[in-house]
């Protein structure tokens, strides 16, 4: 599918990404604090969406198996994780994607979720991936931030090789440093040109490590996520809580519902625009 200008239409529960529809979101809270949370957070994130009529993938992870501390909370696990996001489908009526880090996680994983997401750092897991491709379910894979745009080819061919045809490709940035990360805009066609729907998550490509500056660091979302859309995306992936600072993982990562409100309005606008011209 090398070359095409509008990738195919990826269906992930009620929810179609690409195949030149409306600029999807997925979004929620990095990691499930509890199902309380949980149910809140995708109840308001609907609502917003439904403002917009935008497209919503709720996501949140049942385990962050990649912290940089074992003190670090991690999340409910996954038999817990994948009963509260059951709840999120059946109660709120959203599709769920979550993260799998091992391939022992895949048929348990699938036998919920929506789509499987394969997180940035194991990218290149070969069986992991393959795995993932098997399970009958959309996947997502995040390209890893020490990978070039062309080498997620490789990536493709492995999904593909285990027989998946439904696949998101996530581009969140690239390694320029320490703790550091800059999104290189070519990276949106060349992903394109597998045939597969683009993501960009802006939340994650956009870390100011050295700067106590929130109010910047929404400045910056808010601009790189208008430029990916304008670059022709399919969706944005974004982390999102109620209280960013109150969050038990990643809170210097994620944004507030209020944020969320001020990026949509013209990140729909600018898809709209884009798409008309294709």
Not at 49 to 59: G, N, Q, S, V, Y
Not at 75 to 87: A, K, Q, S, T, V
Not at 184 to 201: A, E, H, K, Q, T
Not at 218 to 242: N, Q, R, S
């Amino acid at each position: 599918m090398e070359g095409t200008e509008r990738p195919k239409a990826v269906e992930v529960g009620s929810v179609w990404v690409g195949g030149g529809g409306p600029l999807a979101l997925i979004a929620g809270p990095c990691v499930i604090e509890n199902r309380d949370h949980c149910l809140m957070m995708a109840e308001r994130l609907r609502k917003i969406c439904d403002r917009f009529d935008m497209p919503l993938i709720f996501k949140s992870s049942y385990d962050k198996a990649n912290r940089s501390s074992v003190h670090s909370y991690r999340g409910p696990g996954i038999d817990e994780g994948l009963r509260i996001l059951e709840h999120v489908r059946n109660e709120i009526g959203l599709p769920v994607l979550s993260d799998i880090h091992s391939v022992s996680e895949v048929d348990k994983a699938a036998s919920v979720l929506d789509a499987i997401q394969v997180p940035a750092f194991l990218s290149r897991q070969t069986d992991l991936i393959v795995a993932a491709g098997k399970s009958g379910k959309p996947v997502n894979v995040k390209k890893g931030q020490f990978m070039a745009p062309w080498d997620v080819r490789g990536v493709v061919d492995k999904l593909e090789s285990a027989g998946s045809r439904d696949i998101l490709l996530t581009e969140r940035g690239t390694m320029f440093g320490y703790d550091n990360l800059v999104v290189d805009f070519r990276s949106f066609p060349i992903l394109r040109r597998y045939g597969y729907p683009v993501v960009f998550d802006a939340t994650h490509a956009s870390p100011l490590p050295a700067m106590d500056a929130d109010s910047y660091r929404e400045h910056l979302v808010k601009a790189l996520t208008h430029g990916a859309v304008a670059a022709g995306i399919d969706a944005l992936f974004m982390e999102v809580h109620h209280s960013p600072a109150d969050a038990t993982c990643d809170p210097d990562r994620m944004v507030g519902l209020d944020v969320l409100t001020t990026i949509l309005p013209a990140a729909v606008e600018i898809d709209r625009a884009v798409k008309s011209h294709l």
